[in-house]
């Protein structure tokens, strides 16, 4: 039977008047690294939030290694990393105040990780964690979660501000440990990129709604994009086929689709020569998913199939 | 739950501004006044209010980003409010501390008579011997009050501007059993036994509180 790690149950959670997560149900195998994806305000902070059990659901309830969030045991809130948007140490504490922290805390703290991140990036121990840049900031945070050995990592925007050799430093590392402790993770990220190297599956969150959770290569496997001239008459497609998104610009319509193998090959024997079927990145199937608002994209859907 | 030197250490920074501000204005106020203190003085009733006050502010900070990453590190909801209460006793003990030694050593009587040629300097130490811990209880019972109403206030509850109108009414109650000099003994025992029911209940209430507060 797989292990949940990772478990929340019709999680919503409201501000005022405003859904910020709407009924959101989820389950992550022990081992997982999940790429969380969706665009501003689309639900992703607070989901991780709520997991850390920072705040109070308005409906549902979620766990994390079977303890609920909102009271978790002694033995499973150290074994959490968790790295938001909204921490930050205090400005005047310096890199050892926050190592000797997290290591008070952390039973198994990898100090000789934490020194070597934190001698790649040139830095001394004793900066004080306001004197350092946006970058070096985010570095030492995630250095610190990392050397803390967690079981679980909750990482919101881990590498927004890293310059691009860091942000791969990071990933690595990243990749490195989830690999060798079989740590569960949950990246939230807008740079889809560099998470899809190191990612199982993807979660897209939209309106605080979760719209698709599924291993990364199901996904690559089942998402097409179909381009054909605007010229092209309508074209109807079996209802297996799930139309994802669209659009239509200097001449040429694009459609991405969701299909399995044998939907593939039919779909590639009524286009024909008309169209040119393709794979997608992530970052493609992604924008497919949530460029779009749901009217907005259905009005395209429209425009594109006439 | 276990005290953490290295959590303490944040926490005590926190409030630092406000010992620092509170020792030398503490101190000098003994040194330098020439009548005897009691228990009435109101000028030190109003260090005691600010002191506490501030104590509260500067630890309850519940919005700010450092408040979010302590409690992201792995510690404990009861670890984290132990520790807090800790320090408060930390930073009330460093400036109370050091103002009742002044009285009590004697080097306030010493500097009375030495500068100021006080007349009352013989009597200065014996009478003034308990004022320091009626100070003491003065922090006790506003601390965590005071702690409990800045949580409160700050979280999505009904009810917190019901909390502030509490401890005002608290502060105003002190205010006026300091107005009268002498209490029968049966009402100085039923105030005892109030402040420490008071103090007790602010505790439970702030811990439950902390378990289940929301970080911003």
């Known amino acids: 039977m797989s292990e949940f790690v990772i478990n929340t149950k019709n999680l919503t959670r409201d501000y005022g008047e405003n859904r910020a997560l709407d009924n959101v149900n989820l389950e992550i195998e022990k081992g997982r690294v999940v790429a969380l994806l969706g665009p501003n305000g689309a639900g992703k902070t607070t989901f991780l939030r709520l997991l850390m059990g920072l705040i109070e659901p308005t409906e549902g309830e979620s766990f994390i290694l079977r303890s609920p969030s909102r009271n978790m045991a002694e033995s499973v809130v150290s074994k959490i990393g968790y790295m938001g948007d909204t921490d930050e140490p205090p400005r005047w504490s310096t890199i050892r105040d926050l190592m000797k922290l997290q290591a008070a805390v952390s039973g198994d703290f990898d100090r000789d990780f934490f020194m070597r991140s934190v001698e790649k990036r040139e830095l001394s121990v004793k900066r004080s964690y306001g004197s350092l840049s946006k970058g070096q900031k ?167 199939k006439k | 739950m276990k005290i953490r030197i290295s959590l303490l ?131 006790a019972i506003l601390l965590p009050l005071f702690h409990y109403v800045w949580i409160r206030r700050a979280q999505p509850l009904r009810g917190g501007s019901g909390v502030i109108l509490l401890a005002i009414s608290v502060v105003i109650v002190i205010g006026i059993l300091m107005l009268f000099r002498r209490h029968p003994l049966w009402f100085r025992f039923l105030i005892y036994v109030l402040s420490t029911v008071m103090i007790a209940a602010s505790l439970i209430a702030g811990r439950i509180l902390h378990r289940n507060l929301e970080v911003q």
């Open chain 1, 138 to 304: 985010k570095w030492i945070r995630a250095g610190l979660v990392l050397a803390g050995k967690p079981a679980v990592l909750l990482l919101d925007e881990p590498a927004e501000g890293l310059d691009p050799s860091a942000r791969q430093d990071l990933y690595d590392e990243l990749r490195d440990y989830v690999t060798d402790k079989e740590a569960t993770a949950i990246v939230a990220t807008h740079i889809i990129s560099d998470i899809e190297r190191i990612a199982d599956d993807a979660a897209v969150i939209d309106h605080g709604r979760l719209i698709t959770y599924a291993e990364l290569e199901d996904l690559r496997e089942q998402v097409r994009e179909i381009q054909m001239s605007e010229m092209e008459k309508v074209i109807d497609f079996p209802n297996e086929i799930e139309i994802l998104g669209g659009k239509s610009s200097g001449g040429t319509k694009l459609l991405w689709v969701r299909c399995r193998e044998q939907e593939r090959q039919k779909l590639e024997k009524l286009l024909g020569q008309k169209a040119t079927i393709r794979t997608v990145s992530l970052e493609t199937f992604y924008l497919a998913l949530t460029e779009h608002n749901s009217n907005k994209r259905d009005a395209e859907l429209k425009e594109i």
């Open chain 2, 9 to 139: 250490k944040i926490l005590f920074r926190q409030t630092l501004p406000a010992t620092l501000i509170a020792l030398p204005v503490g101190c000098f106020y003994v040194l330098l006044t020439k009548q005897v203190l009691s228990w009435r003085n109101p000028w030190m009733a109003l260090f005691v209010l600010v002191h506490s006050i501030a104590i509260a502010v500067m630890s309850g900070r519940y919005r700010s980003k450092t408040f979010a990453f302590l409690y992201t590190r792995g510690f404990t909801r009861d670890e984290l409010w132990c520790n807090k209460m800790l320090n408060t006793t930390f930073s009330v003990l460093t400036v109370w501390l050091p103002v009742a030694l002044i009285i009590w050593l004697p080097i306030r009587s010493a500097v009375q008579d030495k500068l100021f040629v006080s007349p009352y300097f013989p009597i200065m130490m014996m009478r003034e011997a308990s004022v320091p811990w009626v100070w003491l209880g003065g922090y």
